[in-house]
């Protein structure tokens, strides 16, 4: 009975911490516009017939997707080794992608 009433409150205790720190973070994403700090969002356009996703940026990286020439996405600011860090935290070749109109990527 006892080890039942203490894996319970350890349970209840880990769901306090989870939940604590995720409303950190939702605060955090409300002060700053619902973006996370060091994510500054633009839209590009894939120039290439197929463009692989990265998990890095570099061709040393895997290959985790593809995009198709003409998609849109969200992507960062952020560009290192020639590649741009998209929207879901992969990297494409920032060489077959093009801001959308309005977009400001610099």
Known sequence: MLKRGLIVVGVAFGLAVIY???SEQ???DAE????PEQRA???VVVTADVLNVRSGPGS???VV???RQDAEIDATTETRDGFRKIDDGEWASD???KPADGADCD
């Open 20 to 22: 604590t720190t995720g």
């Open 26 to 28: 939702r605060r955090s």
């Open 32 to 35: 700053n516009g619902g973006a």
């Open 41 to 43: 969002a633009c839209t």
């Open 60 to 62: 040393d990286h895997d």
């Open 65 to 67: 997707g593809k995009l």
């Open 95 to 97: 060489d077959y992608l």
